[in-house]
């Protein structure tokens, strides 16, 4: 019993050790970001143009990025996981695939397509590209497998339209899964850094992200613009924290 | 309770940045520095720029001015100020009354600071002067 207890009590002190360890960066740049009276935040906000043009730009980017992969995710997954059909498994394990490819192996043809299709240097040639992240769409379809098809079925008889069978009976079903697939596509679109130096030229269209490194310069501007790059996605994080951890467990439960 | 409070910092946050974006221009034009000018006078001594120009740094004793920046910088165009450090000689009487152009209330720049002929030297300013901030040369 004391064994055990002293067990437990070494495992709660390496975890804090831990915690602290991981967390003090944060800490310390928020500190640090207030030095000097917290002047470096008037400096960001108003003598800082590129600053606020670029956090913007990374909320436009990762906002329609975000939104529009749940809608194509939420129909893709639909049809890898109840619409049979011929070479169904073989695009899905196609999707696999450029799931695992490294992004830089699809970034020159995102900007041969983007050139072609005249998005280059738009917010678009980055959000159409984000829309068909594959990640969601697996995690979705895994989700989508644990609804019994016989429901689908009941409710194709009632309303025939697979539209409305996706949004009022599909979708609220795996809600959880949704809402993870959404923050983790809009966490990994707001912290793109090779991407928009391939598909964006103007600088005044890249998002934050690019543009962090010459604003942090060493000095409090640079942490203060730090501290602020990173409040939206701790803001989501925090809202959406049960559903991103119940989404997570049940994918990995299927 | 703890959902009502992240929304609301949510939508704080970003109406922060809307308001930043769409009226940070108008909010640096009321706070910019409102700055008369001079450019330096070439003398065979240096550049000549008036005293009230030099700023000196207590803690170093380190000399320097502030001079305005033209920038085609996104979204607006307009002046910045900018640091340059630069060593300074008093005008004597002699050489005073040797070249017309300059008098004894100004200070001879040496040739090799960041200082050109071309330069905008800031000689007052209604504001403490921060390097990188936005001015408005009076007219």
């Avoid at chain 1, 969601?136 to 079925?153: G, H, N, R, V, Y």
């Avoid at chain 1, 391939?198 to 613009?225: H, M, Q, R, W, Y």
Wanted: proline share 4%.
């Amino acid at each position: 019993m004391v064994k055990r207890r002293i067990i437990d009590l070494s495992a709660t002190i390496l975890l804090c050790i831990f915690a602290v360890i991981v967390i003090s960066p944060v800490i310390i740049i928020t500190v640090i970001s207030f030095g000097n009276g917290g002047q470096a935040y008037p400096d960001v906000f108003i003598w800082n143009p590129t600053f606020i043009n670029a956090l913007t730009n990374s909320i436009i980017i990762a906002g329609g990025a975000s939104f529009g992969t749940i809608i194509v995710s939420t129909l893709a997954a639909y049809v890898f996981a109840k619409v049979k059909f011929k070479g169904r498994d073989l695009l899905f394990y196609l999707y696999v695939i450029v799931m695992m490819m490294p992004f830089q192996v699809t970034l020159l043809p995102q900007y041969m397509v983007s050139k072609k299709i005249g998005i280059y240097d738009t917010p678009l040639s980055m959000i159409l590209p984000g829309m068909f992240a594959p990640f969601a769409a697996f995690l979705l379809t895994q989700l989508m497998k644990s609804i019994p098809d016989e429901i689908i079925e009941a409710a194709k008889l009632d309303t025939g339209s697979t539209l409305r069978i996706i949004v009022s009976i599909v979708a609220p079903a795996i809600k959880h899964g949704i809402i993870c697939a959404w923050a983790l596509t809009f966490t990994e679109q707001w912290n793109m850094v090779a991407e928009p130096l391939i598909l964006l030229e103007s600088a005044e269209k890249f998002p934050l992200a690019v543009l962090l490194n010459g604003i942090t310069a060493g000095d409090l501007i640079g942490f203060a613009a730090t501290v602020v790059f990173s409040i939206l996605p701790l803001l989501i994080f925090a809202f959406f924290e049960e559903e991103i951890m119940e989404g997570l467990g049940e994918y990995r439960l299927k | 309770m703890k959902r009502a409070i992240i929304i609301s910092l949510i939508v704080l946050f970003c109406v922060t940045i809307f308001i930043f974006s769409i009226f940070g221009s108008e909010f640096r034009e009321i706070l910019a520095a409102r700055v008369t000018t001079t450019t330096p006078t070439e003398t065979y001594y240096g550049l000549s720029i008036p005293a009230s120009a030099i700023h000196t740094n207590p803690d170093t004793g380190t000399s320097y001015v502030f001079i305005a920046e033209r920038t085609d910088k996104y979204p607006e165009k307009g002046y910045v100020a900018k640091y340059v450090e630069c060593n300074y000689s008093e005008v004597t009487d002699e050489i005073a009354s040797e070249i017309d152009k300059i008098s004894k209330s100004d200070v001879l720049i040496d040739w090799l600071s960041a200082l050109t002929s071309k330069s905008i030297v800031i000689v007052d300013s209604d504001k403490k002067l921060v390097d990188g901030h936005m001015v408005i040369i009076n007219k």
